[in-house]
């Protein structure tokens, strides 16, 4: 298989060699295909999600820590939701929302793979462009659509929804009765997920199809970089998850919209009005959504799981320890993580005994995660680590998914999460695996392949000044949430007024400050790649000297990305004493003599 | 910067760790028959999650302090290779799974799969947006029927009880507080009016969403007396986190008083 | 196998996408406007009759008044809510005490021309009336106002309260209110009576508002005493709302520059409306 598939994209090659007129830009920008232009306009989006995320976030803790400040700009900024500039309940559950929803899809669910892969898989693969060029476009502006929609919520005049990023009916089925923010606020939410569902299977289609049909010669399933199997595995989990949210999105539409109750039981009077539903199952959405949910964030941790395991061994120059082992725990980290969407939901009403059935595999999981992150680990020892701000950002990676993952021990167990549910111990879980590990990936992608996006070296200077603060910050901010959850802080509140919270205040001041501090920090990393994309040193084809193919070719790449067709001669992990008068071997590279191989028996 | 990195990491899980250990900010103390279980469990589970933060992070911040590019010799393999660390990760990971899981199936069945016992007082809580109502059955031992057209909340009908046609609703007692005698077993019925909501009482280890359509059971033995607070845990509106009610846990004889007290309401 | 479907940069196939996709975005939104909110809305009349016919004129030399007051007969029973206002607090095993059956007071009933008025036009009244919340307790309890005229609303409480509308006629708002912010400013585009209005943060806090479209009515204080006056000559019904009680009715006929008293009486059953 791998001979004949691989000769199609040297054909294509051949076929491309006269260059391409010169087009204009709104052909270019809004109508061309080409992946690079796709995959840094995905970037592009998500630089601009995740600063306006991070901003709602700061409204947030702002409001938490000081709930009765008067905040004058924000009274300009949101008349109706911080009157006077007080923020009113709402508004705060309405940031909430919005905050988690647009960190879940289109900052984690974007970058790592719309992101990174458009633009680096059919690189990695030594192939020209991506099997379905007009997906990727398509895709892109579906994507910026729902994103427009989520933020229009923002200028209706009831605003955004409240019911969170989880909109569990009957809150969000019913309409204008269960609270404010709960009409067409809810309604466009919804609209916009399923948009953004949609985006995500013509994304999951292209990668799926690039990875098997466009290999150029040589570069066998085996030899595949690990980034590329993370990428291959996400694109599955994207193909069976984003169908099942679209689904419970358009039955959620039509009980808001054309009267069915999906959702919604009989006999629930809602603001002195009996609603007029029957038969519906509030727990329907729950296991529809999560049965999405719990692959999702997966789907966000495992292209960065990739990412980092590309990484890490460039800056150690030496081979990532097990990376067989790492390609089987990403698949079984994928399909496990189908399994386990229960783990949710322990507490809901299910019965009881389906606990125990989603324990053990949310237990289980954590194997192929702990061999991971000992892999990683076990990758520094013996290195000769050139300590960059993207390899920082891989060992910090691994500090934080380690602190994240192993909170996951306590809420895997059904009698602890019975205690900890819904409270601040899960919202730290969370942003540590996903808001902490989950980005510092990307940063160590961003810093890594800004390069060869832009041609442009980023400032290593600026990139410290930005690391060393957010890695001490996060800190900061994410483990006092777990104190507070142990404490029974629950989550999801405007304001703490009850007793037992009330001692916990000035945990909440000290993070809330932490927040601000390290937020600042992160527009350094948007001058450092504002500037670096203008004013930074040109960069040559392979400054890391890493292995994959995308290093083999200019910075950036040409239209057609290779100027001769592709042959590959090894995997990606060639890094170690070699014989070529450098430490490592492209994968690109002919072999003069035979490579001497730094791996000893055992390891691959 | 390895050494910096290193430095700064230690220091990180130390602090952090010493602050676990020292339960500067821990559970407020157990009032539940069933809690001292869960308890153990949360014990054994930092613990053991506890080994493997500080094992992890330290390993790193060590890796990171001796494994910088200006060290002396050259690159050298993990020793033995991928497969020691992988079976030591499968093999100690798959020890505390299967520990876990074991006692944690008897401590979950312990507290959300109890059988019904004799003597235990039923108690129907109703959450709505954004308070709980608790219903005693009164002398009759009857619960009345639900009737959701006739809630009225400006007459306190809160249930939507047919207080003219129904013998059984007319000596319900409706209450804002949840109150108990100490050590007799409890089972409350959980549903909701409008929305879903949750029940949570962080000293009695216990959390039970309320879900509309369902009426879901929850039992319980408090053990000691004292006035404690019932929160809402799920996002059911703006009112979400002022919705709270108290749980009063009394000695037998003064709940008896409290029972007459609200039925001459 | 390879590269499928229309060459990048085939402007038809794009064209042709981006139509179609706007149209369904457009067609889902007008969709999503359209579309009801949920729940029955009660079909009980919630508002006094509307005068029909040409527009009068109001002769203020003719005009009369009609004054009186309102009795309650019989006792009535303190409805008060179960949770405290405002939350916490409380003796743990004390029970709250039972309410006390008093004497009703005649306070806070409000009297309006059901029928019989021509169609005046009125100038809406641009002096706002006020209600304010303190001690988690609307101030007052009923209120009375003419239909565009504004409402303030004030939170004078250390605490956020949130003011939820429950009209059926006007349409529906709910807004909080934290504490110490300026006052919202609402008013009512159409008469309606009896709106209850609630405090979804503070179960039991809750008030009524009647909108009218004239001048005609009055709330009553503790005297019920009450007196409309420069009403036109004609007949009326005119009518009285209690909260727990109803409405009683009285048919009264005014002449030009006449006052008639009327006594409206309202006969509790002692225990009733709990």
Same mark, same amino acid.
């Given at each position: 298989?791998?001979?004949?598939?691989?000769?199609?994209?040297?054909?294509?090659?051949?076929?491309?060699?006269?260059?391409?007129?010169?087009?204009?830009?709104?052909?270019?920008?809004?109508?061309?295909?080409?992946? !690079?232009?796709?995959?840094?306009?995905?970037?592009?989006?998500?630089?601009?999600?995740?600063?306006?995320?991070?901003?709602?976030?700061?409204?947030?803790?702002?409001?938490?820590?000081?709930?009765?400040?008067?905040?004058?700009?924000?009274? !300009?900024?949101?008349?109706?939701?911080?009157?006077?500039?007080?923020?009113?309940?709402?508004?705060?559950?309405?940031?909430?929302?919005?905050?988690?929803?647009?960190?879940?899809?289109?900052?984690?669910?974007?970058?790592?793979?719309?992101?990174?892969?458009?633009?680096?898989?059919?690189?990695?693969?030594?192939?020209?462009?991506?099997?379905?060029?007009?997906?990727?476009?398509?895709?892109?502006?579906?994507?910026?659509?729902?994103?427009?929609?989520?933020?229009?919520?923002?200028?209706?005049?009831?605003?955004?929804?409240?019911?969170?990023?989880?909109?569990?009916?009957? $809150?969000?089925?019913?309409?204008?009765?269960?609270? =404010?923010?709960?009409?067409?606020?809810?309604?466009?939410?919804?609209?916009? $997920?399923?948009?953004?569902?949609?985006?995500?299977?013509?994304?999951?289609?292209?990668?799926?199809?690039?990875?098997?049909?466009?290999?150029?010669?040589?570069?066998?399933?085996?030899?595949?970089?690990?980034?590329?199997?993370?990428?291959?595995?996400? @694109?599955?989990?994207?193909?069976?998850?984003?169908?099942?949210?679209?689904?419970?999105?358009?039955?959620? $539409?039509?009980?808001?919209?054309?009267?069915?109750?999906?959702?919604?039981?009989?006999?629930?009077?809602?603001?002195?009005?009996?609603?007029?539903?029957?038969?519906?199952?509030?727990?329907?959405?729950?296991?529809?959504?999560?049965?999405?949910?719990?692959?999702?964030?997966?789907?966000?941790?495992?292209?960065?799981?990739?990412?980092?395991?590309?990484?890490?061994?460039?800056?150690?120059? !030496?081979?990532?320890?097990?990376?067989?082992?790492?390609?089987?725990?990403?698949?079984?980290?994928?399909?496990?993580?189908?399994?386990?969407?229960?783990?949710?939901?322990?507490?809901?009403?299910?019965?009881?005994?389906?606990?125990?059935?989603?324990?053990?595999?949310?237990?289980?999981?954590?194997? =192929?995660?702990?061999?991971?992150?000992?892999?990683?680990?076990?990758?520094?020892?013996? @290195?000769?680590?050139?300590?960059?701000?993207?390899?920082?950002?891989?060992?910090?990676?691994?500090?934080?998914?380690?602190?994240?993952?192993?909170?996951?021990?306590?809420?895997?167990?059904?009698?602890?999460?019975?205690?900890?549910?819904?409270?601040?111990?899960?919202?730290?879980?969370?942003?540590?695996?996903?808001?902490?590990?989950?980005?510092?990936?990307?940063?160590?992608?961003?810093?890594?392949?800004?390069? !060869?996006?832009?041609?442009?070296?980023?400032?290593?200077?600026?990139?410290?000044?930005?690391?060393?603060?957010?890695?001490?910050?996060?800190?900061?901010?994410?483990?006092?949430?777990?104190? $507070?959850?142990?404490?029974?802080? /629950?989550?999801?509140?405007?304001?703490?007024?009850?007793?037992?919270?009330?001692?916990?205040?000035? /945990?909440?001041?000290?993070?809330?400050?932490?927040?601000?501090?390290?937020?600042?920090?992160?527009?350094?990393?948007?001058?450092?790649?504002?500037?670096?994309?203008?004013?930074?040193?040109?960069?040559?084809?392979? =400054?890391?000297?890493?292995?994959?193919?995308?290093?083999?070719?200019?910075?950036?790449?040409?239209?057609?990305?290779?100027?001769?067709?592709?042959?590959?001669?090894?995997?990606?992990?060639?890094?170690?004493?070699?014989?070529?008068?450098?430490?490592?071997?492209?994968?690109?590279?002919?072999?003069?003599?035979?490579?001497?191989?730094?791996?000893?028996?055992?390891?691959? | 910067?390895?050494?910096?990195?290193?430095?700064? &990491?230690?220091?990180?899980?130390?602090?952090?760790?010493?602050?676990?250990?020292?339960?500067?900010?821990?559970?407020?103390?157990?009032?539940?028959?069933? %809690?001292?279980?869960?308890?153990?469990?949360?014990?054994?589970?930092?613990?053991?999650?506890?080994?493997?933060?500080?094992?992890?992070?330290?390993?790193?911040?060590?890796?990171? *302090?001796?494994?910088?590019?200006?060290?002396? %010799?050259? +690159?050298?393999?993990?020793?033995?290779?991928?497969?020691?660390?992988?079976? &030591?990760? &499968?093999?100690?990971?798959?020890?505390?799974?299967?520990?876990?899981?074991?006692?944690?199936?008897?401590?979950?069945?312990?507290?959300?799969?109890?059988?019904?016992?004799?003597?235990?007082?039923?108690?129907?809580?109703?959450?709505?947006?954004?308070?709980?109502?608790?219903?005693?059955?009164?002398?009759?031992?009857?619960?009345?029927?639900?009737?959701?057209?006739?809630?009225?909340?400006?007459?306190?009908?809160?249930?939507?009880?047919?207080?003219?046609?129904?013998?059984?609703?007319?000596?319900?007692?409706?209450?804002?507080?949840?109150?108990?005698?100490?050590?007799?077993?409890?089972?409350?019925?959980?549903?909701?009016?409008?929305?879903?909501?949750?029940?949570?009482?962080?000293?009695?280890?216990?959390?039970?969403?309320?879900?509309?359509?369902?009426?879901?059971?929850?039992?319980?033995?408090?053990?000691?007396? %004292?006035?404690?607070?019932?929160?809402?845990?799920?996002?059911?509106?703006?009112?979400?986190?002022?919705?709270?009610?108290?749980?009063? +846990?009394?000695?037998?004889?003064?709940?008896? %008083? *409290?029972?007459?007290?609200?039925?001459?309401? | 196998?390879?590269?499928?479907?229309?060459?990048?940069?085939?402007?038809?196939?794009?064209?042709?996408?981006?139509?179609?996709?706007?149209?369904?975005?457009?067609?889902?939104?007008?969709?999503?406007?359209?579309?009801?909110?949920?729940?029955?809305?009660?079909?009980?009349?919630? #508002?006094?009759?509307?005068?029909?016919?040409?527009?009068?004129?109001?002769?203020?030399? #003719?005009?009369?008044?009609?004054?009186?007051?309102?009795?309650?007969?019989?006792?009535?029973?303190?409805?008060?809510?179960?949770?405290?206002?405002?939350?916490?607090?409380?003796?743990?095993?004390?029970?709250?005490?039972?309410?006390?059956?008093?004497?009703?007071?005649?306070?806070?009933?409000?009297?309006?021309?059901?029928?019989?008025?021509?169609?005046?036009?009125?100038?809406?009244?641009?002096?706002?009336?006020?209600?304010?919340?303190?001690?988690?307790?609307?101030?007052?309890?009923?209120?009375?106002?003419?239909?565009?005229?504004?409402?303030?609303?004030?939170?004078?409480?250390?605490?956020?309260?949130?003011?939820?509308?429950?009209?059926?006629?006007?349409?529906?708002?709910?807004?909080?209110?934290?504490?110490?912010?300026?006052?919202?400013?609402?008013?009512?585009?159409?008469?309606?009576?009896?709106?209850?209005?609630?405090?979804?943060?503070?179960?039991?806090?809750?008030?009524?508002?009647?909108?009218?479209?004239?001048?005609?009515?009055?709330?009553?204080?503790?005297?019920?005493?009450?007196?409309?006056?420069?009403?036109?000559?004609?007949?009326?019904?005119?009518?009285?709302?209690?909260?727990?009680?109803?409405?009683?009715?009285?048919?009264?006929?005014? #002449?030009?520059?006449?006052?008639?008293?009327?006594?409206?009486?309202?006969?509790?059953?002692?225990?009733?409306?709990?």
């Amino acid at each position: 298989m791998t001979e004949d598939v691989a000769g199609s994209a040297n054909v294509l090659l051949a076929r491309e060699k006269t260059p391409r007129p010169a087009v204009n830009l709104l052909r270019r920008y809004l109508f061309g295909a080409d992946h !690079k232009t796709i995959g840094k306009q995905y970037f592009l989006l998500s630089l601009v999600a995740v600063f306006t995320a991070i901003a709602l976030s700061w409204f947030m803790r702002l409001h938490l820590a000081w709930p009765m400040a008067r905040l004058p700009w924000l009274a !300009k900024l949101a008349p109706n939701g911080a009157p006077s500039g007080i923020m009113t309940p709402e508004y705060y559950l309405s940031l909430l929302t919005i905050h988690g929803t647009i960190m879940v899809f289109f900052v984690l669910t974007t970058a790592p793979i719309a992101g990174f892969g458009t633009f680096f898989l059919p690189l990695q693969i030594g192939a020209p462009e991506m099997a379905f060029p007009a997906l990727s476009r398509l895709g892109f502006w579906i994507t910026c659509v729902s994103f427009g929609v989520l933020l229009s919520t923002f200028f209706i005049s009831d605003g955004p929804p409240i019911s969170g990023w989880t909109a569990y009916p009957p $809150l969000s089925a019913l309409g204008t009765d269960a609270g =404010p923010g709960e009409a067409l606020g809810q309604t466009l939410w919804t609209l916009s $997920l399923g948009l953004f569902c949609i985006a995500q299977v013509l994304t999951a289609i292209n990668f799926i199809t690039t990875t098997l049909d466009l290999r150029a010669k040589g570069m066998t399933l085996a030899r595949l970089p690990i980034t590329v199997w993370t990428w291959f595995v996400t @694109a599955v989990m994207m193909l069976i998850g984003f169908p099942v949210l679209l689904a419970a999105a358009l039955m959620l $539409l039509l009980d808001r919209l054309a009267g069915t109750s999906f959702f919604v039981p009989a006999g629930l009077v809602v603001s002195d009005t009996l609603q007029n539903h029957a038969g519906g199952e509030p727990l329907l959405w729950q296991h529809l959504f999560w049965f999405f949910g719990h692959p999702e964030v997966y789907i966000a941790i495992l292209p960065a799981l990739g990412i980092i395991s590309l990484i890490l061994p460039a800056f150690a120059r !030496k081979p990532l320890l097990g990376q067989r082992a790492m390609t089987v725990c990403g698949i079984a980290i994928g399909a496990l993580s189908f399994l386990v969407w229960g783990h949710h939901m322990f507490v809901s009403g299910m019965n009881p005994f389906s606990a125990m059935t989603f324990s053990l595999p949310t237990l289980i999981i954590t194997l =192929p995660s702990a061999t991971a992150c000992l892999l990683l680990i076990g990758t520094l020892y013996g @290195a000769k680590m050139r300590f960059k701000t993207a390899g920082l950002f891989c060992m910090a990676f691994i500090s934080v998914f380690v602190t994240g993952g192993l909170t996951g021990f306590f809420l895997a167990q059904p009698s602890i999460d019975a205690y900890l549910h819904a409270t601040y111990f899960v919202v730290g879980h969370f942003h540590f695996v996903m808001g902490v590990a989950a980005i510092f990936a990307i940063f160590a992608g961003t810093y890594f392949w800004f390069p !060869k996006m832009f041609g442009r070296m980023m400032s290593e200077r600026l990139g410290q000044l930005h690391f060393w603060p957010t890695f001490l910050g996060v800190y900061c901010i994410f483990m006092p949430m777990y104190f $507070l959850g142990f404490a029974g802080n /629950v989550r999801r509140y405007a304001q703490f007024s009850d007793d037992y919270l009330l001692p916990l205040m000035p /945990v909440h001041k000290f993070i809330t400050v932490a927040a601000l501090v390290t937020g600042a920090f992160q527009l350094l990393f948007l001058w450092n790649l504002i500037w670096s994309a203008v004013r930074g040193e040109r960069a040559a084809d392979n =400054p890391w000297e890493a292995t994959t193919l995308e290093w083999s070719t200019t910075s950036p790449p040409a239209p057609r990305n290779f100027s001769a067709p592709v042959v590959v001669y090894r995997d990606a992990n060639a890094y170690g004493p070699a014989d070529n008068g450098r430490d490592f071997w492209a994968q690109s590279e002919p072999a003069g003599a035979s490579a001497v191989s730094v791996r000893t028996g055992g390891g691959e | 910067m390895g050494k910096l990195f290193g430095i700064l &990491l230690t220091a990180i899980t130390l602090a952090s760790a010493a602050i676990f250990a020292a339960h500067i900010w821990w559970m407020p103390a157990n009032i539940s028959a069933q %809690g001292a279980a869960v308890d153990r469990l949360m014990r054994d589970t930092l613990a053991g999650t506890g080994l493997l933060f500080l094992t992890a992070q330290l390993l790193l911040a060590i890796f990171a *302090w001796q494994f910088g590019e200006h060290r002396n %010799g050259t +690159v050298s393999n993990f020793p033995g290779g991928s497969k020691p660390l992988i079976a &030591l990760a &499968l093999l100690v990971v798959g020890i505390e799974i299967a520990a876990f899981t074991l006692l944690g199936a008897k401590v979950w069945a312990s507290v959300y799969m109890r059988p019904a016992e004799t003597g235990e007082l039923a108690i129907d809580v109703q959450a709505e947006q954004f308070a709980f109502y608790f219903r005693y059955a009164g002398p009759d031992g009857k619960f009345g029927a639900l009737h959701p057209a006739q809630i009225n909340e400006t007459n306190n009908n809160f249930f939507g009880l047919d207080l003219e046609n129904d013998p059984a609703a007319r000596d319900d007692i409706v209450s804002g507080t949840l109150a108990v005698p100490v050590n007799r077993p409890v089972l409350l019925t959980l549903h909701p009016q409008d929305v879903g909501h949750s029940f949570y009482v962080p000293e009695l280890r216990i959390q039970q969403d309320f879900v509309p359509g369902l009426i879901i059971p929850v039992r319980f033995t408090a053990v000691r007396t %004292g006035r404690y607070e019932i929160v809402c845990t799920q996002l059911c509106g703006l009112g979400h986190y002022n919705m709270r009610a108290y749980l009063d +846990v009394m000695q037998p004889d003064q709940f008896d %008083g *409290w029972l007459k007290a609200n039925q001459a309401k | 196998m390879g590269v499928q479907g229309l060459k990048p940069g085939d402007h038809r196939f794009y064209m042709r996408l981006s139509v179609s996709a706007l149209a369904s975005a457009v067609i889902a939104l007008l969709l999503a406007g359209c579309g009801q909110p949920n729940g029955s809305k009660d079909a009980r009349v919630e #508002a006094p009759e509307k005068p029909s016919g040409p527009v009068l004129t109001l002769d203020p030399a #003719a005009t009369g008044s009609i004054t009186g007051t309102v009795k309650i007969e019989g006792s009535l029973k303190q409805i008060t809510g179960i949770i405290s206002p405002c939350g916490k607090g409380g003796n743990a095993s004390a029970p709250p005490p039972p309410p006390t059956e008093t004497k009703a007071e005649p306070a806070n009933i409000v009297i309006y021309l059901k029928s019989g008025l021509g169609n005046y036009h009125f100038d809406t009244p641009t002096n706002p009336v006020s209600l304010d919340q303190q001690n988690c307790t609307y101030q007052p309890h009923v209120l009375a106002l003419m239909v565009n005229q504004p409402l303030q609303i004030q939170n004078s409480d250390p605490v956020a309260h949130n003011i939820h509308v429950l009209s059926k006629v006007n349409p529906q708002w709910n807004h909080s209110e934290p504490s110490g912010v300026a006052p919202i400013m609402e008013s009512f585009s159409k008469p309606e009576l009896a709106i209850h209005v609630i405090c979804k943060l503070h179960p039991g806090m809750s008030a009524f508002v009647f909108v009218f479209d004239n001048p005609y009515y009055a709330v009553t204080s503790s005297s019920g005493a009450f007196d409309l006056k420069n009403v036109p000559p004609g007949t009326y019904t005119v009518e009285a709302w209690q909260q727990q009680l109803g409405t009683e009715d009285q048919t009264v006929t005014i #002449a030009p520059k006449e006052s008639k008293t009327l006594s409206f009486v309202f006969k509790s059953g002692g225990s009733s409306g709990d």
